[in-house]
């Protein structure tokens, strides 16, 4: 009888001892968030980044203030924001393991050809080509020929543009436009196109273009979907995009990972829909209901 008490007491006291280990914070993590610039913006997102994760040490070094990459400690988790820092941080393959922020498909082309470093995971900044399509289906439903618009650089974009637009019953138009002073391809995708579907590329969607891309496409009464939010409020029909709260919960949900478990590429699954009332009406659209979109997509998204 005593033998059994002896043993049930032992059992309670490894029982207490397994609560309180779990019970137990985490050790706390070193966050390192880094970039060329330091300014209002990276600081307020550090702080947002520090008051969901209290119980880790997440801080802000501007990148000059940093000696090379191979002498941080291995335990840091660094977190870059800009492609200047990502430039710093390929000076070496040593250093600790790296979560790149908002870096788009060409910029990563640019810097990193060929396979990514082991050590980098890339959070990309532009939309997936798949959620724009599916974009499209959803505020375009009777749309079936899509234009594209290329660059030698984002060239490399067109086989999983194709791919996605082949699963969604839709027929890819591309054109290659080499010259932005040129007109001709513009006009040719939207001639034999029903809606331009725009690409992240700096040489081909900027200041310099935008009024020639949408006085075009408003003169033959069809909507460009992109490239990003920027475009959206400029004059383009909608497109998906991640804001601050987005990329936070992103990345807050990778840093509760162990580090072998990060992807070495991801989208934020967090994303939101951004719409251009006044375009619509121009181009007889019904309204779009940006927050109903959003949802639908993000449950097709989870689908197997």
Same mark, same amino acid.
């Given at each position: ?22 019970? #137990?914070?985490?050790?706390? #993590? ?5 970039? $060329?610039?330091?300014?209002?913006? /990276? ?30 400690? #291995? ?21 600790? #393991?790296?979560?790149?922020?908002? !870096? ?38 009777? /749309? ?15 086989? =999983? ?11 890819? /138009? ?50 460009? !979907?992109?490239? $990003? ?55 007889? !659209? ?12 993000? =449950? ?5």
């Amino acid at each position: 009888m005593a033998s059994s008490r002896k043993g049930v007491g032992r059992l309670g006291w490894g029982l207490l001892l397994l609560g309180l280990l779990l019970c #137990a914070p985490l050790r706390a #993590a070193d966050i390192l968030l880094t970039a $060329n610039e330091d300014n209002e913006g /990276v600081r307020n997102f550090t702080r947002d980044l520090a008051d969901l994760r209290p119980r880790d040490q997440v801080r802000f070094v501007p990148l000059g203030q940093l000696h090379a990459p191979g002498q941080l400690p #291995a335990t840091t988790r660094l977190v870059l924001l800009d492609p200047q820092s990502l430039d710093w941080r390929l000076q070496e393959p040593q250093g600790p #393991a790296t979560l790149v922020l908002r !870096i788009s498909r060409l910029q990563a082309a640019q810097r990193l050809p060929g396979t990514p470093q082991p050590r980098l995971s890339l959070l990309w900044s532009d939309p997936p080509m798949a959620r724009q399509l599916r974009l499209i289906r959803s505020v375009l439903p009777q /749309v079936r020929r899509v234009g594209v618009l290329y660059s030698q650089d984002s060239r490399f974009l067109l086989d =999983e543009v194709r791919e996605a637009a082949r699963s969604l019953g839709l027929e890819i /138009v591309a054109e290659p436009w080499d010259s932005t002073g040129d007109s001709r391809p513009l006009h040719e995708v939207l001639r034999d196109s029903e809606v331009l579907l725009g690409l992240d590329d700096p040489s081909l969607y900027n200041p310099r273009t935008v009024k020639n891309l949408l006085l075009s496409s408003y003169a033959r009464q069809q909507a460009l !979907i992109g490239p $990003n939010a920027g475009f959206v409020r400029a004059g383009s029909l909608a497109s998906t995009y991640s804001d601050q709260q987005d990329w936070l919960q992103t990345l807050d949900h990778l840093l509760d990972q162990p580090v072998a478990r990060w992807p070495r590429t991801l989208y934020p699954t967090a994303f939101k829909v951004l719409s251009n009332p006044q375009v619509a009406r121009s181009l007889g !659209i019904e309204e779009i209901d940006p927050e109903a979109v959003a949802r639908q997509l993000s =449950e097709r998204e989870k689908r197997p």
